[in-house]
């Protein structure tokens, strides 16, 4: 398998990984390096949890779909090879944040997890629609729960996403960095620096707050110059209880 200097763990649905990897993209751009993007799914990392006591309606469709999406990316990854992957994500971020308003709930099922919604994303990116098919195929979920359990094995199991792995396979990973803006192109790098530097101290461990702003995207109604409400946040959800 190729080095890379990053391994990236994300889930599709998950607004605060979408941020992330577009700041890692914004680095990517200016800096010579190379990105693994890897998966990482919120419904298997959940499985244990009561969602209808803990979460918000509306989470347990969301992270089915992840993964149902998760699974068509592991489809084109076996089929095309892991550069497939970057693509593939920043398509369906694209689609899910940056081009779409108000809920994706159709007759209490997530719209993102569906044929109709993937099958165009594949066709833009010159991709078989064959890989549709992958939406309902449990096949791949032991592939991406032993990708969700590597992640978790790294940072250890009270985190959500994402998980970025700095210099593997000797470097650290964490859970983040989580942010709510996109920084300036002249601070994306600055920003960069710091985690890293942060990442390669020995014994750091955490650097925490579970206020968050609503992230500046078009899904949350947020446009880019202006900053998100605070939400308070427990292990990177809106629980109803802990």
Request: aromatic residues 12%.
């Amino acid at each position: 398998m190729t080095d890379y200097d990053i391994h990236f763990y994300f889930d599709p649905v998950c607004p605060f990984a979408w941020m992330t990897s577009k700041w890692v993209r914004q680095v990517q751009a200016q800096r010579d390096y190379t990105v693994d993007w890897r998966f990482i799914s919120l419904r298997l990392l959940n499985a244990h949890i009561d969602y209808a006591s803990h979460f918000p309606p509306e989470y347990e469709a969301g992270h089915s779909a992840g993964l149902r999406l998760l699974r068509a990316a592991a489809a084109v990854r076996r089929e095309h090879g892991r550069s497939a992957v970057g693509p593939l994500y920043e398509a369906f971020g694209n689609r899910i944040f940056e081009a779409h308003t108000g809920t994706y709930m159709v007759d209490n099922r997530d719209h993102r997890g569906t044929d109709a919604f993937l099958a165009p994303i594949l066709d833009d990116l010159g991709l078989p629609t064959h890989h549709v098919a992958a939406l309902d195929d449990e096949s791949f979920d032991d592939e991406i729960r032993a990708e969700t359990d590597e992640a978790l094995t790294l940072t250890g199991r009270d985190v959500g996403t994402p998980i970025i792995h700095f210099e593997p396979p000797e470097g650290v990973a964490f859970f983040g960095p989580v942010i709510s803006r996109l920084p300036k192109d002249d601070d994306a790098a600055e920003l960069w620096d710091h985690v890293v530097a942060l990442a390669r101290f020995p014994g750091f461990a955490e650097l925490k707050r579970s206020l968050r702003e609503k992230p500046q995207l078009r899904a949350f109604g947020v446009d880019v110059d202006d900053v998100g409400t605070q939400e308070d946040w427990h292990a990177g959800s809106r629980r109803t209880k802990h």
